[in-house]
């Protein structure tokens, strides 16, 4: 069993800065890719970045220049940093991880958001 855990969201004004935090925990061999995604009201879910391990840093288009990701591997923890936060950045924010379990079996894995609102 493998569980993913957000922390770090919150109300924070245009041009602000918030840090998101994701802890997978449980029954881990190695995890592969990290990254967030998020969904506004109304909308699908999107990716905002990735990490795989050893692989390039992948960012959409909206959050270039403005969001970092991070990944410590000893913690199995992933981070974003968010800096110059939009009003448009509003949305719940999700971890995902791609994760080999000790069967050598490979699941994708979600944990359960936070909430990212940047208002006046």
């Known amino acids: 069993q493998v569980q993913l855990v957000e922390s770090g969201g919150g109300l924070v004004q245009p041009g602000g800065s918030l840090r998101l935090s994701c802890a997978a925990s449980?029954?881990?061999?190695?995890?592969?890719?990290m990254g967030w995604y998020r969904q506004a009201p109304g909308n699908e879910r999107e990716l905002v970045a990735t990490?795989?391990?050893?692989?390039?840093?992948n960012y959409a288009d909206s959050v270039k220049g403005r969001f970092t990701i991070s990944r410590d591997t000893a913690k199995n923890t992933a981070y974003l940093q968010m800096n110059n936060l939009k009003p448009e950045d509003t949305a719940v924010y999700y971890c995902?991880?791609?994760?080999?379990?000790?069967?050598?079996?490979?699941?994708?894995?979600w944990g359960q958001g936070t909430q990212v609102t940047v208002s006046s």
């Open positions: 990490i795989p391990s050893g692989g390039s840093t």
């Open positions: 449980g029954t881990i061999f190695n995890i592969l890719t």
């Open positions: 995902n991880a791609v994760i080999r379990v000790p069967s050598k079996d490979i699941h994708g894995y």
